[in-house]
């Protein structure tokens, strides 16, 4: 009798990448629930469209590139990928955006540079940014909180929205975003820029109604919720913190000296923490382990770099957020990250 | 005494990078003391079971041995005798499959047992301290003693070393999941290993020893605690619990803060490791002259009824041993010598169980399920973050696959200990190990086939010289005759004798006549010819 060969270890850690993918796209969940509350059902049909999209792209760039195409399904990385894409454009974009984005990000992000594992970039932010270069009015008609809102939008409306352009009563997205007062609502992170721009002091930027929160409605609760997600992937050791303590001082402390500076023209550190997508950033876009650093200095070193140019871009540049680009930017210097963070092996004069 | 040292004898533990927690699943075989194993039939005994060259082979087929008796003798290279398990009759001396992952086979002693076990007259010693360094060193060497923690180091050889120590360290930890063997040793024969240790650091010259044992082995804890009292040359550390607490490296980084060099020995930082086993085995050697023949082996998994530990004569076959257990073997049956971490699977079952052997492990599918299919590497770093030598798993793992051996070695390659914490933890069930085994198995060959071609061409280029010098020889020998027959002519020419170039020039001119006379001769006839 011959017995079955086998490679040591024997003993396995049962946790796969699947399982990996899936802490991370469940860890969404408060996330996406909040900006349900907040922003409406966009949300979903966005999610829909991706998850379809990425399917049907990852399916095609596998058998394009002769591999078996259950096993690329199988990992769950493309579900990641449309869902964080999905999360991250405006709810009420029209279909052919998220559509769009999400098999640039599939087919030419990851699978044109060898698929998983292989890519350069984050694929999720690299559709972000091509979506937001190429169609700047629809990337940036975010729908203004439901509190704010003079009408609400049914769930049959949204999809409306979303297929058609406008509601069944006529509106389209940019009748919807209107205020109180007939003007346009911008997200807060625009609306300050523009405001602060415009030579206005802070507390006056700060006086529009979308700031009646902590940080601006709505946005303040979704980021508070996606760093409750981040937390758990950190509880679960699905990522480890330095990524996303990294991104927050490189990007708070920073904000905190200018601003303390420039009391009067400066965005506060508590609205660069919890408006846009800085938190879904620190935790979950930065923290793609395919395009991050890989030793734990290295990834302190990235986040730090990811937080800096988003303070840099949101003071200085010309779009009002700035996670896609820094995390884009970052994952160029990731092999130059890894070079010079490499831990002294044992034995070559390291110290205990 | 320095801050480092004050640390050290303060008991302070360090702590090394990375390391994993595997489900340790020791109570499965460590409940019951070791049982002695019945007599085997046939006894199959590698010439070589340690580090080193084989002994020299001290008997024939046909012959009768005795228990204990030395099969083979000391020899060049740290080559270690081997002895008799019991007493039979040698039947073969060839080739046979050895415990070893590559299932070559090598020279093995087969000896078929007679059942009456007669051991040899032993030679016990009442005090070490009275006979020299030297003869005791002798006294191991021919005991066949070789580190018995698992890499089969003689323990002679170790300890041979005259380099100044600072501390000896008795390894008991045992951080691999499933094995108990050490475990067990420790609660039942805390003593010996004791004396062992004293007898070890006796001949190493050496002031103190540290005594390491896991924190998961209260048992082992307690039994040595109770006795330490007594050797103010001895100190006890309790280690966490951690994989691999127990590598020589890491044992080394946990319980004084220094490291080995890259490929160093621990005595370049005053240090020697000897593990529980091997001291244990000191003891018996030195005190009662008794050989290695026999150790202690964990058998476990849950396909063997009867797990547990068990003295097995060396030489036994597994499938006896397994036999003897209960074994229900499953289909795909995994046979594991070794630990679940860095054992290596049997494909048959009559290899002998060795030196080294220290765990027989059958698991089912369910509590050690088999490798998956590899996936992509999704650059994750959880390999690197459990990396207890701090390299980059992922990375030697991209260049082992492309066969870059000099970005191998820049990411030292080397230095892996083949733990294999890197693929417990990876989710894509990369077998990472595999593949750096495979790369350094083809690295140490490149550098094989290097030194030979450099013999090679030193070889040829020497014949290349040595045929150019005689052709050169040759040419020359030649040039000087001509040149001494011209001469000896001229001489002749010039003392009136015939010159010999004037008999060429007379019979160039003879056969010129002849022709012309041929040619008249046939113009004539043709002339005739017409005419008529």
């Known amino acids: 009798m011959t017995f079955k060969i086998a490679a040591s270890p024997h003993a396995h850690q049962r946790r796969t990448t699947q399982q990996v993918m899936r802490w991370v796209y469940l860890a969404l969940i408060p996330g996406v629930l909040v900006q349900t509350y907040f922003f409406g059902f966009g949300v979903y049909v966005q999610l829909a469209l991706a998850l379809l999209t990425a399917w049907v792209a990852e399916g095609l760039a596998m058998r394009l ?109 940019e009748q919807l975003r209107m205020g109180a007062d007939g003007i346009t609502m911008a997200t807060p992170l625009d609306s300050l820029r523009n405001d602060l721009n415009h030579q206005l002091t802070l507390s006056e930027a700060l006086s529009k109604p979308i700031f009646d929160d902590l940080a601006g409605i709505g946005w303040a609760w979704v980021n508070i919720a996606f760093l409750l997600g981040g937390l758990v992937l950190i509880k679960q050791k699905i990522i480890s913190w330095h990524i996303p ?104 004069g390291g110290r205990s | ?185 420790m609660r039942e024969h805390a003593q010996t290993i004791i004396d062992g240790t004293e007898i070890l650091l006796h001949i190493a010259g050496c002031e103190k020893a540290l005594i390491a044992i896991e924190a998961n082995k209260p048992e082992a804890i307690a039994a040595f605690e109770a006795l330490l009292d007594k050797h103010p040359q001895l100190a006890l550390r309790v280690v966490p619990v951690k994989y691999p607490s127990g590598g020589e490296k890491q044992l080394i980084q946990l319980l004084t803060g220094r490291q080995v060099p890259s490929r160093g020995l621990p005595i370049d930082v005053g240090l020697v490791m000897q593990n529980v086993g091997t001291a ?120 082992a696959k492309a066969k870059d051996y000099d970005g191998l070695d820049q990411q030292n390659l080397f230095d892996c200990i083949e733990c294999g914490a890197c693929a417990y933890v990876c989710p894509s069930e990369i077998p990472l190990v595999h593949y750096y085994r495979k790369a350094k198995a083809e690295i140490r060959n490149i550098a094989r086939e290097k030194a030979k071609a450099e013999v090679a061409r030193e070889r040829f280029e020497a014949r290349q010289e040595r045929l150019e010098r005689e052709k050169q020889e040759r040419l020359e020998r030649h040039r000087k005759a001509a040149e001494a027959r011209k001469k000896a002519q001229a001489e002749a020419v010039a003392q009136g004798g015939d010159n010999p170039q004037d008999a060429v020039q007379a019979a160039i001119a003879r056969a010129k006549a002849r022709k012309a006379a041929q040619a008249a001769a046939a113009q004539q006839e043709n002339k005739e010819g017409d005419d008529a």
């Open chain 1, 245 to 348: 303590g990294g991104m927050l001082v490189g990007l708070l402390v920073p904000a905190a000296i200018y601003w303390l500076f420039n009391p009067d023209q400066a965005i506060t550190p508590m609205l660069h923490a919890l408006s846009g997508a800085t938190m879904l950033g620190a935790f979950f876009i930065a923290t793609d382990p395919v395009t991050a650093a890989t030793s734990n200095k290295g990834r302190w070193v990235f986040g730090l770099l990811i937080g800096f140019l988003v303070f840099v871009i949101r003071t200085w540049g010309g779009y009002p957020d700035a996670v896609a680009f820094a995390v884009l930017l970052a994952n160029m210097t990731v092999p130059v990250i890894d070079k010079y963070t490499q831990p002294i092996a044992y034995g070559h």
């Open chain 2, 1 to 185: 005494m320095s801050a480092a040292t004050k640390a050290i004898e303060a008991g302070q533990i360090w702590t090394f990078p990375g390391g994993i927690h595997p489900p340790e699943r020791k109570e499965l075989s460590n409940q019951t003391p070791i049982a002695p194993l019945a007599l085997a039939q046939e006894y199959y005994l590698p010439l070589k079971q340690h580090s080193g060259a084989p002994g020299e082979l001290l008997v024939q087929v046909g012959d009768q041995v005795k228990a204990g008796q030395a099969l083979t003798q000391v020899g060049a290279n740290n080559g270690l005798p081997v002895h008799a398990p019991t007493s039979g009759t040698i039947t073969a001396i060839g080739p046979g499959i050895i415990a070893h992952p590559s299932g070559l086979a090598d020279t093995v002693i087969t000896i078929t047992a007679d059942g009456n076990d007669e051991h040899i007259a032993l030679e016990p010693l009442a005090d070490y301290t009275q006979i020299s360094r030297a003869d005791l060193l002798e006294r191991i060497k021919n005991a066949g003693i070789a580190g018995l923690g698992g890499a089969g180091f003689p323990t002679a050889q170790k300890l041979a070393l005259q380099r100044p120590l600072d501390y000896l360290i008795i390894n008991g930890v045992e951080c691999e999941p499933y094995i108990s063997a050490d475990d067990r040793l």
């Open chain 2, 280 to 399: 244990f085995a000191v003891a018996q050697a030195v005190l009662q002259g008794k050989p290695l023949i026999e150790r202690v082996v964990t058998v476990t998994g849950e396909n063997v009824e009867k797990p547990g530990n068990y003295w097995v004569r060396l030489g036994t076959p597994v499938a006896y041993l397994l036999e003897q257990c209960g074994f229900k073997p499953e289909p795909d049956q995994r046979v594991i010598m070794g630990g679940p971490m860095m054992g290596f699977t049997l494909a048959e079952l009559a290899v002998p169980v060795v030196k080294i052997t220290n765990c027989i492990l059958v698991p089912s599918s369910q509590e050690l399920a088999p490798a998956q299919d590899e996936m992509a590497c999704i650059r994750c770093g959880a390999c690197a973050d459990v990396c207890p030598a701090q390299l980059l798993p992922q990375q030697l793992q991209w260049l």
């Open chain 1, 65 to 173: 590139r002769g591999r078996p195409v259950a096993h690329a399904w199988q990992d769950h990385t493309a579900i990641v990928t449309a869902v964080l894409l999905a999360i991250s454009i405006p709810a009420l974009a029209p279909w052919w955006i998220i559509v769009m984005g999400t098999a640039f990000a599939i087919i030419v992000v990851k699978h044109v540079y060898g698929g998983v594992g292989q890519n350069l970039f984050n694929p999720a932010m690299a559709g972000y940014v091509l979506l937001l270069i190429s169609f700047p009015v629809q990337m940036t008609s975010w729908p203004i909180p439901n509190e704010l809102a003079q009408l609400q939008v049914s769930i049959s409306d949204t999809v409306s929205l979303i297929f058609s352009g406008f509601t069944q009563a006529g509106y389209n997205v």
